[in-house]
């Protein structure tokens, strides 16, 4: 089914549908020329001039979306944990985009670390290796928890993630099972009076219809959700990337929506769950990587944790170490970490 342009009135957060069929020669040709203008940037940056250069190009020194081949042996855990030295420029929210993680992702693998200015030398730890989401490894999963979403091609062995932003604390992105309805192509923004109000007591008036451009918050890109309101799109903002940032829709790096609305067709799945903790099997090590729960589910303290390490590898041939999987929990820094072994049962002469 092609991708969409424009989007009607009447749906909150950018409100979808459309026609005209969307050209891939666009992505193609993006395709094969970034490899050309990484290295003429790489020479600009090498011989100190084009600073503007830089500055537009940046986006396409964004690694972009993660994809990954899920494990032969059946393992939950994919990619890795690696270190890269700051330079004097970086900041925290930089090496996100840079490396294909939202800046509060980043920023709590690195505590202690200065966002905005972490220093030359300074060692980063990049949280690339990820815990897979609970439950059926198929369609879109979106965790709240981690600000990241998973999607599974269908009769395929690889999974492909993505940092999200999320709603803000007064428009709560809703735990919900819906579905991708439709792929926009240059959507309009119709917000809703609720929004229009907020911007009003800034002093910011909003045309009742924001049309595709610099203006516009849902960037280039939607797809259209069966729930009402509710879409997973791009941005004019990427900085808010991974953070609690929106008004209830799903908020992608500019150049990972332009990924996903190709991969991900209409009728496709999507989960968002809540899971602070996941658990999964690398081999015969139990592992746990940790995020901090959001505040309006805060209340359940550590017993979603105890529960779903309990589940998951408290039988009789598994040993838990207790202790450290709360620490886990409270550091809550989304780096996965062994925290228990299966028991190697001793075997007959």
Not at 305 to 320: C, I, K, N, Y
Request: negative net charge; glycine residues 10%.
């Amino acid at each position: 089914m092609p991708v969409r342009r424009g989007l009607p009135e009447g749906r909150c957060c950018g409100k979808v549908c459309a026609s005209v069929a969307l050209r891939s020669s666009n992505c193609r040709i993006t395709a094969i020329l970034k490899p050309f203008i990484r290295a003429v940037a790489s020479r600009a940056l090498n011989f100190g001039r084009c600073a503007p250069f830089i500055v537009l190009l940046w986006p396409m020194f964004a690694h972009g979306v993660r994809e990954y081949p899920l494990p032969e042996d059946g393992s939950d855990i994919v990619g890795d944990v690696f270190t890269v030295r700051a330079q004097h420029e970086d900041t925290l929210v930089r090496l996100a985009r840079e490396h294909g993680l939202g800046v509060q992702e980043l920023s709590r693998a690195n505590p202690g670390v200065d966002p905005w200015l972490p220093g030359e030398g300074t060692e980063i730890r990049l949280p690339i290796a990820f815990v897979l989401p609970p439950g059926p490894r198929e369609g879109v999963i979106v965790n709240l928890a981690e600000y990241r979403l998973y999607y599974f091609p269908p009769g395929e062995d690889r999974v492909l993630t993505a940092p999200v932003g999320i709603g803000r604390a007064a428009f709560r992105t809703p735990v919900l099972e819906t579905r991708v309805t439709d792929r926009i192509e240059q959507p309009n923004w119709t917000p809703p009076a609720s929004v229009r109000e907020e911007y009003a007591r800034r002093g910011v008036e909003l045309m009742r219809v924001v049309p595709p451009g610099p203006d516009n918050p849902l960037g280039e890109y939607a797809l259209l959700l069966s729930a009402p309101g509710y879409l997973i799109h791009g941005t004019n903002q990427p900085f808010g990337v991974g953070t609690r940032v929106s008004h209830g829709c799903l908020r992608l790096y500019p150049e990972d929506i332009e990924r996903l609305v190709w991969e991900i067709p209409v009728g496709t799945t999507v989960r968002i769950v809540h899971a602070p903790y996941k658990i999964g099997w690398n081999g015969d090590e139990l592992v746990m990587e940790a995020h901090r729960p959001l505040e309006e589910f805060e209340h359940e303290g550590l017993t979603v944790m105890v529960r779903e390490l309990t589940r998951a590898g408290a039988g009789a041939d598994e040993v838990v170490d207790w202790d450290l999987a709360e620490q886990v929990a409270r550091e809550a820094r989304g780096v996965p970490v062994v925290v228990g072994t299966r028991r190697k049962l001793a075997s007959a002469d």
